[in-house]
């Protein structure tokens, strides 16, 4: 077993969280997404495209407040650029909340809120850090961007992990631009990042491009966590190809170990599919740009003493053995388009939920699907697996066109019984006002008995667009 608890492993891979590894004397969250303090996972939802102060697109964060009985609309915080201690002002097309990531960052036993803006002053982009404290997020301060002429978007993906070995979360934080940028842990509310380095992958730069996303977690049981950057590369060849380049966690730097190609089109995320004590890297296959979406294949690469394996457990796809539905026609399905991790049923092995956002159900278009595909002693496998539509018994409302339920998936133990829930993201509900729900997990798995959801109007987000469940912190 690598050098973590049995007891802290167990309860964060349950959550699908990243351990954050830290000194004695230390005292951070016990989650790295409980915002206020009170023992519960909390969740955060993206609505990029809210408008604050009469700004189309300025953007907003909703987070939900984690208790005994789950979330609900009414415990909640909503946080723009015009809150009360939010630096910053809210500006048309900033879309703040396009990306988001949590953790300690200054050891207060808080989580903190990262948030990204790639919109901010006209696609330069900017990073918020919002403060966890007793009542939950309050205050912030910027990341500056030290390297603002040589590239755009700022921001537009984030994660956050001890990737320097020094027992501190850091922030990474992607852009167009060919590299990564660490800020390394040591965050103070009043001086912002201990100091910062660099991680150089070669991705091809240009306004479509840069760091799709990134992920953190321990893939070889060192007690330091690593990082997977999804986005194009450049070879050595000249040639582009998409993928996932990781990095091992080291003293003062990630070293960079290898790329996974076969994925990669869309994001990585990081849990444990074999329960084995070693974080596995989950990614999709799928295209989704614009009006063009592909069919969709989840792949999974199994963690171990020596890093990742080059080659896939894992390759599902709808047509997969066990998995439900069929692969659907170009433009029709993006089976993967949306990932998470996280142990449903309490078995010990983590899950997977896809999303696949396009999938028409009967006669609705693009109202969209979520799988949950089962984690096992050999790993990720289709046996198992279940399909959820709004129109499946319990699951509030009902299928329409254009809803995209399934555009973000988080699974998260949001009342505390030790087993991963479910939320999704619709961020075209009601005309792109957006909405969220969230099934609970059980021993039998996800179950409809309690689910609960909420639209933009009821976590208090006005206006007509405001994309609420575009995403949320992984």
Not at 6 to 24: D, I, M, N, R, S
Not at 116 to 137: M, Q, R, Y
């Amino acid at each position: 077993m690598p050098k973590r608890t049995t007891l802290l492993l167990a309860a964060l891979l349950t959550a699908g969280l990243v351990p954050l590894a830290t000194p004695a004397s230390a005292a951070p969250a016990r989650y790295a997404d409980d915002f206020n303090g009170d023992g519960y996972h909390d969740l955060a939802t993206a609505a990029p495209g809210a408008t604050v102060g009469g700004r189309a697109d300025a953007g907003a964060v909703v987070v939900n407040y984690g208790s005994r009985s789950g979330i609900r609309a009414s415990n909640r915080t909503v946080v723009t650029q015009n809150s009360a201690g939010v630096p910053g002002t809210a500006e048309k097309d900033d879309e703040f909340g396009s990306a988001l990531a949590f953790g300690d960052l200054n050891r207060d036993g808080y989580a903190d809120l990262v948030v990204g803006s790639e919109g901010e002053d006209g696609e330069a982009g900017s990073v918020t850090i919002l403060w966890g404290s007793k009542k939950g997020l309050s205050g912030g301060r910027i990341a500056s961007d030290p390297a603002r002429s040589s590239h755009h978007r700022f921001g537009m993906s984030l994660a956050v992990g001890d990737f320097t070995a020094d027992g501190r979360a850091d922030l990474a934080v992607g852009s167009t631009g060919a590299d990564v940028q660490i800020f390394r842990g040591g965050f103070t509310k009043t001086a912002g990042a201990a100091s910062r380095t660099w991680v150089v992958p070669s991705l091809a730069t240009g306004d479509s491009y840069g760091s799709r996303s990134l992920a953190a977690g321990d893939i070889n049981g060192n007690g330091v966590d690593d990082l997977v950057i999804s986005g194009r590369f450049r070879t050595g060849s000249g040639e582009y190809v998409d993928g996932n380049l990781v990095y091992l966690g080291a003293d003062s730097r990630p070293k960079a170990l290898r790329m996974l190609v076969d994925g990669g089109k869309q994001r990585a995320v990081l849990g444990d599919v074999n329960g084995d004590g070693y974080d596995d890297i989950v990614t999709s296959d799928v295209l989704v740009y614009g009006d063009t979406v592909g069919p969709g294949e989840v792949l999974a690469y199994l963690g171990g003493a020596h890093g990742v394996s080059p080659t896939p457990q894992a390759a599902l796809t709808q047509d997969s053995p066990g998995v439900p539905g069929a692969t659907r026609a170009p433009g029709t399905s993006s089976f993967g388009a949306a990932l998470s991790v996280g142990d449903v049923d309490g078995d010990g092995y983590a899950d997977v939920a896809v999303g696949t956002p396009y999938e028409g159900v009967t006669s609705a278009r693009q109202t969209g699907t979520v799988t949950l595909l089962r984690g096992s002693a050999a790993g990720l496998t289709g046996a198992g697996a279940t399909r959820w539509t709004q129109n499946t018994p319990g699951v509030p409302d009902t299928n329409e066109d254009n809803d995209f339920w399934g555009t973000a998936v988080h699974l998260a133990d949001l009342d505390g019984d030790d087993k991963a829930d479910l939320a999704v993201g619709a961020r075209h509900e009601n005309g792109g006002r957006g909405a969220v729900w969230a099934l609970r997990g059980s021993s039998s798995g996800l179950t409809t008995t309690g689910a609960v959801s909420f639209t933009a109007a009821q976590a208090g987000l006005p206006g007509t667009w405001s994309q609420l469940g575009f995403l949320f912190a992984q």
